[in-house]
């Protein structure tokens, strides 16, 4: 799932099938994909349900939020028996609650698959079993979020950047570029 996902113009079961074509018709596939993502609540709360038409195309369409988009695009994804998932940005939109309920699930939904996640939320990226650190295409650290707080290089300078934003601390990054991100 890329950043700028696809916003389709169909009913919302429509909207999730689409990850799989062969399986477009099968609700019991998208309902599940739909409870993974998270998007599940929120499909129950539409006028049709999972018949809903999104999208302003159509007069009685249902117009979502960015952050509501972003689940069905996510269920879109978890229709994919894909060995390796690539999420850029996976909850780019999504408010603070949102994000922590999907990450507190992404462990299992990622069991026997290879998740890449990309993004410049640290708090996203410290839970990886592994983080890459890139700077201008190059890795210039890995290891996991423990190992490279105590490296105390760029990315523990750029980690606790972030969380001083939340912790009132002042943090000074004199050599810090706010243009590099982890990639997880």
Do not use: C
């Not at 606790?160 to 570029?177: C, F, K, M, N, W």
């Amino acid at each position: 799932m890329f950043q700028d996902y696809v916003t389709y113009q169909a009913t919302a079961a429509e909207n999730i099938g689409l990850g799989s074509l062969s399986a477009l018709a099968d609700r019991e596939a998208i309902r599940s994909a739909s409870r993974q993502a998270g998007s599940d609540q929120l499909i129950a709360g539409l006028p049709q349900g999972y018949d809903t038409a999104l999208g302003k195309w159509f007069d009685a369409g249902v117009n979502l939020s960015g952050g509501e988009w972003q689940k069905v695009a996510l269920a879109r994804a978890f229709m994919r028996d894909a060995r390796i998932l690539l999420l850029d940005e996976p909850t780019s939109a999504l408010d603070a609650q949102a994000e922590y309920e999907l990450f507190e699930r992404i462990h299992s939904l990622t069991r026997g698959r290879t998740a890449v996640y990309i993004s410049h939320r640290f708090s996203t990226v410290r839970r990886a079993d592994r983080i890459l650190f890139l700077e201008h295409g190059r890795l210039v650290e890995q290891g996991t979020h423990e190992q490279l707080m105590r490296l105390n290089g760029r990315y523990a300078r750029l980690f606790r950047l972030q969380a001083s934003a939340y912790t009132g601390e002042d943090i000074l990054p004199e050599d810090v570029d706010l243009d590099i991100a982890p990639t997880a």
